[in-house]
Structure formats: structure tokens, C-alpha cells
């Protein structure tokens, strides 16, 4: 099976603190206003509440950074005779295996962070899902050449399933 590109770590990883700045973020707003607000009344020193911002910043910062590499090292996928596999995940593993004679479209995505990698999106609609408007299959993160080359390959494979009946 092959590997993403080693960019998509960066892509894993904003997506990731943008998940972070909002989760994290707002568990460790309140108990920041509380320091604050116990410094203003003099209980506290500032010195406590400007750590503990350090800190929350730092953590916010941090946590993404193992969950971009541990997603990249676990994200694998083939276009096998039959068949697309893809495996990601990095605590509940999914394993997508679709067959070409379920493929209706085949996209090649290029938003505004991928394109700034460098990096494009290849996104597999099946029958079973697009009625939904969403992708069973979705290969993030490869080169725009590569992510032409598979989508060229599907389609060619696409091409030989058409007439063949249940």
C-alpha cells in the first residue's frame, strides 16, 4: 500500500489545531477568566494567570503535532485489480475497500491549504453515497500529477465494469 505525501503531516497538522484552538481552547478559557479574576481581586498574582496562558498556548500548540504524524504514518491506500483500499486512522481504524463498479465520480480537489502544499485531494463518490452528497473514498494529500495519474487509472478501470450485471 502506498503512503501519502510527507507534506500532508502539515496539512494533518493544521487541521488539527484548528480542532485544537476550538476544543482545547474553550476548556482552557474558563479556568483562565478565573485566574484573571482572582488576580484582579488579589488573591492571586497575574504571574500565575500569564503562566497558565503560556502553558494553554504551548498545549493548543502542541497536541496536534503527534496526531498529524501518527495520522500520516497510518493513512495507506492501493488501487488493487478490483478494487481502491484505504486504511487511516490512528484510534478507531477504518478500513474502505470500493469496488470500481460502485465508482460514479472521481474528483480531484485543490482547496486553498493544499494548494499552498502543493498537494491535492482525490475524492471517490460510489452510488451508495453520493445520493448524500458525500465521499465514500478520499485519498487527501497527494501530489496534483499523482492525484491525475489514479484518477485517469479508475476511470480507465471504470470503463471495463460498466456493462457487467449483479
Do not use: C
Request: aromatic share 10%; net charge positive.
Amino acid at each position: 500500500m502506498k503512503q501519502l505525501h510527507y507534506n500532508a503531516i502539515v496539512l494533518f497538522y493544521i487541521n488539527g489545531l484548528i480542532a485544537s484552538v476550538f476544543l482545547l481552547g474553550f476548556l482552557l478559557f474558563f479556568p483562565w477568566i478565573l485566574l484573571v479574576g482572582l488576580a484582579i481581586e488579589g488573591i492571586l498574582s497575574f504571574v500565575w494567570s500569564i503562566l497558565f496562558s503560556i502553558i494553554a498556548v504551548a498545549i493548543i500548540f502542541l497536541v496536534p503535532l503527534p496526531w498529524a504524524q501518527l495520522a500520516y504514518k497510518n493513512y495507506r491506500y492501493e488501487l488493487a485489480q478490483d478494487r481502491i483500499n484505504i486504511q487511516r486512522g490512528v484510534i478507531w481504524k477504518r478500513h474502505v475497500s470500493i469496488p470500481y463498479g460502485r465508482i460514479q465520480n472521481v474528483n480531484i480537489v485543490r482547496g486553498p491549504v493544499t494548494r499552498m502544499l502543493g498537494l491535492a485531494d482525490l475524492q471517490i463518490q460510489t452510488a451508495g453515497m453520493s445520493g448524500i452528497a458525500m465521499v465514500e473514498g478520499r485519498i487527501p494529500a497527494i501530489t496534483p500529477e499523482e492525484a491525475k495519474q489514479l484518477k485517469d487509472q479508475i476511470l480507465s478501470k471504470l470503463s471495463g465494469t460498466k456493462n457487467q450485471g449483479l
